[in-house]
């Protein structure tokens, strides 16, 4: 028998009569840590990964001529009401719907809706 390429890897092969070297699979067992390393995974890891939190208040489409002729001053109209919910974008995905409020003299957000995932754009 000729000797297989594995067997200088240090594996111990054996060939089936089609001369194709076969070797039963080992695996690690697992010890439920969820790391090479042994360190316990958590959601914890992720809770300081830094987001980028969009509000949009609306959208519209403005030629380049227009948005040169803006000044201190002048009124963009947007493609929603007033007092219509605005969406709350995380990473440029939408997440939630909520509410413009004041707190303090500066604005927030109130979440009305949580978006589905299905529902995201």
């Known amino acids: 028998m000729t000797e297989s390429p594995l067997s200088n890897l240090g594996f111990e092969a054996e060939a089936d009569p089609a001369g194709v ?3 039963p699979a080992h695996f690690e067992t697992l010890n439920g840590s969820g790391s090479a390393a042994g ?4 959601i914890d ?3 300081d ?3 980028r939190v969009t509000v949009e208040l609306g959208r519209t489409r403005m030629s380049v001529r227009q948005v040169l002729e803006l000044q201190s001053g002048s009124v963009v109209e947007l ?3 007033a007092g219509e ?3 709350v974008m995380v990473n440029d995905r939408l ?4 509410e413009v409020v004041v707190v303090d003299d500066k604005f927030g957000i109130r979440i009305t809706e949580i978006v589905a995932g299905n529902r995201r754009e």
């Open 39 to 42: 360190q316990t995974a958590s």
């Open 95 to 98: 997440m939630a719907r909520g």
């Open 85 to 87: 919910a605005v969406d």
């Open 45 to 47: 890891l992720l809770m």
């Open 79 to 81: 493609d929603r009401l």
């Open 49 to 51: 990964v830094p987001l």
């Open 21 to 23: 070297a076969v070797r």
